[in-house]
Protein backbone atom coordinates (compact mmCIF):
# COMPACT_ATOMS: atom_id res chain seq x y z
CA UNK A 1 0.00 0.00 0.00
CA UNK A 2 1.03 3.49 -0.38
CA UNK A 3 -0.24 6.20 1.78
CA UNK A 4 -0.03 6.19 5.85
CA UNK A 5 -1.02 8.34 8.23
CA UNK A 6 -0.47 7.87 11.85
CA UNK A 7 -4.09 6.78 13.40
CA UNK A 8 -6.08 9.65 14.56
CA UNK A 9 -9.18 6.80 14.88
CA UNK A 10 -7.41 5.39 17.70
CA UNK A 11 -8.70 5.10 21.17
CA UNK A 12 -6.53 7.57 22.94
CA UNK A 13 -4.38 10.38 21.77
CA UNK A 14 -1.35 8.60 21.60
CA UNK A 15 -0.56 7.39 18.13
CA UNK A 16 1.01 4.09 17.55
CA UNK A 17 2.67 2.02 14.70
CA UNK A 18 2.98 -1.83 15.11
CA UNK A 19 5.26 -4.33 13.32
CA UNK A 20 3.77 -7.43 13.07
CA UNK A 21 6.10 -10.47 12.26
CA UNK A 22 4.59 -13.41 10.77
CA UNK A 23 6.06 -16.75 9.46
CA UNK A 24 3.95 -19.83 8.03
CA UNK A 25 6.01 -22.59 5.77
CA UNK A 26 2.56 -23.02 4.00
CA UNK A 27 2.49 -19.10 3.33
CA UNK A 28 -0.86 -19.40 4.37
CA UNK A 29 -2.65 -16.95 7.25
CA UNK A 30 -4.33 -18.47 9.75
CA UNK A 31 -7.24 -17.00 11.42
CA UNK A 32 -5.79 -16.54 14.96
CA UNK A 33 -3.07 -14.17 13.38
CA UNK A 34 -6.29 -12.81 11.87
CA UNK A 35 -8.01 -11.84 15.16
CA UNK A 36 -4.54 -11.23 16.84
CA UNK A 37 -4.73 -8.05 13.87
CA UNK A 38 -7.63 -7.15 14.16
CA UNK A 39 -7.50 -6.73 17.93
CA UNK A 40 -3.70 -5.01 17.49
CA UNK A 41 -5.51 -2.60 14.75
CA UNK A 42 -8.09 -1.09 17.06
CA UNK A 43 -4.96 0.29 18.95
CA UNK A 44 -2.34 0.92 16.55
CA UNK A 45 -1.44 1.12 12.90
CA UNK A 46 -0.18 -1.95 11.69
CA UNK A 47 3.14 -2.97 9.21
CA UNK A 48 2.28 -6.77 8.70
CA UNK A 49 5.70 -8.06 7.62
CA UNK A 50 6.26 -12.01 7.22
CA UNK A 51 9.35 -14.04 6.37
CA UNK A 52 7.80 -16.27 3.63
CA UNK A 53 6.22 -15.11 0.18
CA UNK A 54 1.89 -14.75 0.71
CA UNK A 55 -0.63 -15.77 -1.55
CA UNK A 56 -3.75 -13.05 -2.38
CA UNK A 57 -6.40 -14.98 -0.61
CA UNK A 58 -3.84 -14.44 2.47
CA UNK A 59 -3.39 -10.72 1.64
CA UNK A 60 -7.12 -10.09 1.51
CA UNK A 61 -7.54 -11.73 5.01
CA UNK A 62 -5.92 -9.31 6.46
CA UNK A 63 -5.81 -6.04 4.26
CA UNK A 64 -8.74 -4.77 6.39
CA UNK A 65 -6.41 -4.62 9.36
CA UNK A 66 -3.04 -3.30 8.09
CA UNK A 67 -1.32 -0.67 6.65
CA UNK A 68 1.45 -1.77 4.49
CA UNK A 69 1.97 -5.68 3.93
CA UNK A 70 5.66 -6.73 3.37
CA UNK A 71 5.69 -10.61 2.03
CA UNK A 72 9.24 -12.03 1.15
CA UNK A 73 11.73 -14.63 2.61
CA UNK A 74 14.46 -13.17 4.32
CA UNK A 75 15.49 -15.89 6.43
CA UNK A 76 16.01 -13.67 9.32
CA UNK A 77 13.23 -14.97 11.71
CA UNK A 78 11.14 -12.32 13.38
CA UNK A 79 13.89 -9.50 13.96
CA UNK A 80 14.52 -9.24 10.01
CA UNK A 81 11.09 -8.86 9.91
CA UNK A 82 11.14 -5.86 12.68
CA UNK A 83 14.12 -4.81 10.66
CA UNK A 84 12.21 -4.81 7.11
CA UNK A 85 9.30 -3.16 8.84
CA UNK A 86 10.96 -0.66 10.72
CA UNK A 87 13.25 0.59 7.69
CA UNK A 88 9.89 0.75 5.27
CA UNK A 89 8.26 3.33 7.81
CA UNK A 90 11.58 4.89 8.58
CA UNK A 91 12.27 5.61 4.40
CA UNK A 92 8.51 7.20 4.15
CA UNK A 93 8.92 9.36 6.56
CA UNK A 94 6.26 8.13 8.25
CA UNK A 95 8.40 6.69 11.59
CA UNK A 96 8.33 9.89 13.01
CA UNK A 97 4.57 10.18 12.95
CA UNK A 98 3.91 8.05 16.09
CA UNK A 99 4.47 8.10 19.58
CA UNK A 100 5.20 4.31 19.72
CA UNK A 101 6.40 1.64 18.11
CA UNK A 102 5.70 -1.97 19.02
CA UNK A 103 7.44 -5.39 17.81
CA UNK A 104 5.21 -8.27 18.08
CA UNK A 105 4.29 -11.53 16.09
CA UNK A 106 2.59 -14.42 15.39
CA UNK A 107 4.23 -16.80 18.20
CA UNK A 108 1.14 -16.24 20.63
CA UNK A 109 -2.55 -17.04 20.85
CA UNK A 110 -4.66 -13.95 21.61
CA UNK A 111 -5.06 -11.26 22.30
CA UNK A 112 -7.30 -13.24 25.16
CA UNK A 113 -8.03 -10.02 27.05
CA UNK A 114 -8.03 -6.52 25.44
CA UNK A 115 -5.25 -4.39 24.69
CA UNK A 116 -6.84 -1.24 25.88
CA UNK A 117 -6.45 -1.78 29.85
CA UNK A 118 -2.90 -2.75 29.10
CA UNK A 119 -1.73 0.55 27.17
CA UNK A 120 -3.62 2.58 29.50
CA UNK A 121 -1.95 1.02 32.32
CA UNK A 122 1.46 1.20 31.02
CA UNK A 123 1.11 4.90 29.80
CA UNK A 124 0.52 6.27 33.30
CA UNK A 125 4.20 5.02 34.23
CA UNK A 126 5.79 7.99 32.94
CA UNK A 127 9.04 7.35 33.46
CA UNK A 128 9.18 4.04 31.57
CA UNK A 129 10.89 4.46 28.06
CA UNK A 130 10.17 1.08 26.73
CA UNK A 131 7.94 -2.21 28.22
CA UNK A 132 7.24 -6.21 27.16
CA UNK A 133 4.01 -8.00 27.84
CA UNK A 134 6.21 -9.84 29.78
CA UNK A 135 9.91 -8.64 31.08
CA UNK A 136 12.23 -10.80 32.66
CA UNK A 137 13.80 -8.86 35.66
CA UNK A 138 17.59 -9.71 36.81
CA UNK A 139 17.47 -11.09 40.65
CA UNK A 140 20.74 -8.62 40.95
CA UNK A 141 23.33 -6.78 38.96
CA UNK A 142 25.55 -9.45 39.38
CA UNK A 143 23.62 -11.98 37.51
CA UNK A 144 26.53 -13.74 34.99
CA UNK A 145 23.62 -15.61 33.11
CA UNK A 146 22.50 -13.20 30.57
CA UNK A 147 19.00 -14.52 29.46
CA UNK A 148 18.24 -14.02 33.20
CA UNK A 149 19.45 -10.38 32.61
CA UNK A 150 16.49 -7.90 32.29
CA UNK A 151 15.24 -8.07 29.24
CA UNK A 152 11.41 -7.63 27.49
CA UNK A 153 10.62 -10.75 25.56
CA UNK A 154 10.31 -9.95 21.83
CA UNK A 155 6.99 -11.38 21.23
CA UNK A 156 5.35 -8.04 22.45
CA UNK A 157 7.92 -5.00 22.73
CA UNK A 158 6.82 -1.07 22.81
CA UNK A 159 9.14 1.69 22.75
CA UNK A 160 8.73 4.99 23.48
CA UNK A 161 9.92 7.71 20.66
CA UNK A 162 12.76 8.88 22.65
CA UNK A 163 14.19 5.25 22.10
CA UNK A 164 12.58 4.76 18.42
CA UNK A 165 14.31 8.36 17.60
CA UNK A 166 17.56 7.52 18.90
CA UNK A 167 20.99 6.53 16.99
CA UNK A 168 21.81 3.39 19.43
CA UNK A 169 18.46 2.33 18.44
CA UNK A 170 18.47 2.95 14.62
CA UNK A 171 21.86 1.36 14.42
CA UNK A 172 20.61 -1.70 16.42
CA UNK A 173 17.76 -2.36 13.37
CA UNK A 174 19.95 -1.27 10.90
CA UNK A 175 22.79 -4.47 11.97
CA UNK A 176 19.97 -7.17 12.31
CA UNK A 177 21.53 -9.69 10.03
CA UNK A 178 20.89 -13.65 9.43
CA UNK A 179 22.10 -15.84 12.81
CA UNK A 180 22.44 -19.35 12.78
CA UNK A 181 20.75 -20.66 16.13
CA UNK A 182 17.43 -19.36 18.24
CA UNK A 183 20.02 -19.15 21.35
CA UNK A 184 22.27 -16.66 19.38
CA UNK A 185 19.13 -14.84 18.33
CA UNK A 186 17.41 -14.52 21.92
CA UNK A 187 20.91 -13.17 23.35
CA UNK A 188 22.09 -10.94 20.72
CA UNK A 189 18.68 -9.51 19.65
CA UNK A 190 15.90 -9.84 22.32
CA UNK A 191 18.44 -10.00 25.14
CA UNK A 192 21.26 -7.93 23.69
CA UNK A 193 18.36 -4.86 22.49
CA UNK A 194 16.83 -4.82 25.97
CA UNK A 195 20.37 -4.48 27.51
CA UNK A 196 22.07 -2.25 24.99
CA UNK A 197 18.80 0.11 25.79
CA UNK A 198 18.91 -0.27 29.32
CA UNK A 199 23.03 0.44 29.52
CA UNK A 200 22.53 3.46 27.62
CA UNK A 201 20.30 4.97 30.32
CA UNK A 202 16.69 3.77 28.85
CA UNK A 203 13.96 2.96 31.62
CA UNK A 204 12.18 -0.86 31.00
CA UNK A 205 9.73 -2.02 32.16
CA UNK A 206 7.16 -5.10 31.89
CA UNK A 207 3.36 -4.93 31.85
CA UNK A 208 3.82 -8.24 34.05
CA UNK A 209 7.54 -9.25 34.81
CA UNK A 210 9.32 -11.48 37.57
CA UNK A 211 12.66 -13.51 37.52
CA UNK A 212 11.65 -16.85 36.05
CA UNK A 213 10.03 -17.28 32.78
CA UNK A 214 6.43 -17.48 33.52
CA UNK A 215 4.37 -16.95 30.14
CA UNK A 216 5.43 -20.83 30.04
CA UNK A 217 4.77 -24.08 31.59
CA UNK A 218 3.27 -24.25 34.85
CA UNK A 219 2.40 -20.30 35.39
CA UNK A 220 1.22 -19.88 31.86
CA UNK A 221 -2.55 -20.11 33.51
CA UNK A 222 -2.15 -18.20 36.45
CA UNK A 223 -0.78 -15.12 34.67
CA UNK A 224 -4.36 -15.27 32.38
CA UNK A 225 -5.98 -15.60 35.15
CA UNK A 226 -4.59 -12.35 36.61
CA UNK A 227 -4.61 -10.45 32.81
CA UNK A 228 -2.25 -11.55 30.91
CA UNK A 229 -3.21 -11.62 27.16
CA UNK A 230 -1.28 -14.20 25.24
CA UNK A 231 -0.79 -17.77 25.27
CA UNK A 232 2.21 -18.73 23.96
CA UNK A 233 2.40 -21.50 21.16
CA UNK A 234 5.73 -23.18 22.17
CA UNK A 235 3.67 -24.24 25.34
CA UNK A 236 2.39 -27.22 22.78
CA UNK A 237 5.69 -28.06 21.65
CA UNK A 238 6.51 -31.91 21.79
CA UNK A 239 3.49 -32.68 20.80
CA UNK A 240 4.83 -36.29 19.85
CA UNK A 241 4.49 -36.63 23.55
CA UNK A 242 0.75 -35.56 23.88
CA UNK A 243 -0.29 -39.13 25.44
CA UNK A 244 1.27 -38.72 28.21
CA UNK A 245 -1.71 -38.09 30.79
CA UNK A 246 0.40 -34.61 32.12
CA UNK A 247 0.31 -33.18 27.92
CA UNK A 248 -3.47 -34.15 27.80
CA UNK A 249 -4.18 -32.58 31.41
CA UNK A 250 -2.10 -29.47 29.99
CA UNK A 251 -4.29 -29.01 27.00
CA UNK A 252 -7.43 -29.47 28.64
CA UNK A 253 -6.73 -26.93 31.39
CA UNK A 254 -6.02 -24.44 28.90
CA UNK A 255 -9.44 -24.66 27.67
CA UNK A 256 -11.22 -24.65 30.87
CA UNK A 257 -9.43 -21.74 32.06
CA UNK A 258 -9.67 -19.34 28.51
CA UNK A 259 -13.75 -20.39 28.49
CA UNK A 260 -13.61 -19.16 32.15
CA UNK A 261 -11.81 -15.94 31.94
CA UNK A 262 -12.29 -14.78 28.30
CA UNK A 263 -15.33 -16.91 27.20
CA UNK A 264 -15.28 -14.31 24.20
CA UNK A 265 -11.90 -15.71 22.68
CA UNK A 266 -12.56 -18.37 19.96
CA UNK A 267 -11.06 -21.69 21.34
CA UNK A 268 -11.35 -23.42 17.96
CA UNK A 269 -7.87 -20.99 17.23
CA UNK A 270 -5.88 -23.50 19.57
CA UNK A 271 -7.67 -26.51 18.77
CA UNK A 272 -6.82 -25.85 14.92
CA UNK A 273 -3.33 -25.78 15.31
CA UNK A 274 -3.06 -28.66 17.42
CA UNK A 275 -4.83 -30.66 14.66
CA UNK A 276 -2.01 -29.39 12.36
CA UNK A 277 0.35 -30.80 14.24
CA UNK A 278 -1.25 -33.81 15.56
CA UNK A 279 -4.38 -34.96 13.52
CA UNK A 280 -7.98 -34.09 14.38
CA UNK A 281 -8.59 -37.71 15.12
CA UNK A 282 -5.83 -38.58 17.46
CA UNK A 283 -6.59 -34.97 19.51
CA UNK A 284 -10.42 -35.86 19.73
CA UNK A 285 -9.49 -38.97 21.34
CA UNK A 286 -7.09 -38.00 23.33
CA UNK A 287 -9.43 -34.91 24.52
CA UNK A 288 -12.40 -37.18 25.23
CA UNK A 289 -10.78 -39.76 27.37
CA UNK A 290 -9.35 -36.74 29.60
CA UNK A 291 -12.94 -35.16 29.70
CA UNK A 292 -14.30 -38.37 31.30
CA UNK A 293 -11.76 -38.46 33.56
CA UNK A 294 -11.90 -35.29 34.98
CA UNK A 295 -15.76 -35.82 34.78
CA UNK A 296 -15.16 -39.13 36.58
CA UNK A 297 -12.99 -37.45 39.28
CA UNK A 298 -15.11 -34.30 39.65
CA UNK A 299 -18.19 -36.74 40.42
CA UNK A 300 -16.34 -38.32 43.11
CA UNK A 301 -14.89 -35.83 44.67
CA UNK A 302 -18.36 -34.18 45.09
CA UNK A 303 -19.74 -37.41 46.30
CA UNK A 304 -17.32 -37.85 49.01
CA UNK A 305 -17.82 -33.99 49.62
CA UNK A 306 -21.64 -34.48 50.27
CA UNK A 307 -21.11 -37.72 52.67
Excluded at 247 to 258: G, Q, V
Aim: charged letters at 30%; proline letters at 4%; a positive charge.
Amino acid sequence: MGELEANPKKDSSVRRLAIFASYDKNEVINDYVVYYLKELNKVSDVIFVADNPLKEEGREKIRPFTAHIIAEKHGEYDFGSYKRGYLWAKETGLLSNYDQLIYCNDSVFGPIHPFDPIFSKMERRQATDFWGMFTIKEKSPAETNLRKKTHAQSYFIVFNSKVVSSEIFSNFMHNITKLQSKSAIIENYEVGLSQMLINSGFQCDGYMSSSANEPRKKHAMKIIKDGFPFLKKSLFNDLEKIGKKTRRYDIWKYKLIIEKVAPHYPLYFIEDYLYMHMGKKKLKKQLFRLRFRISVITKLFLFKKSN
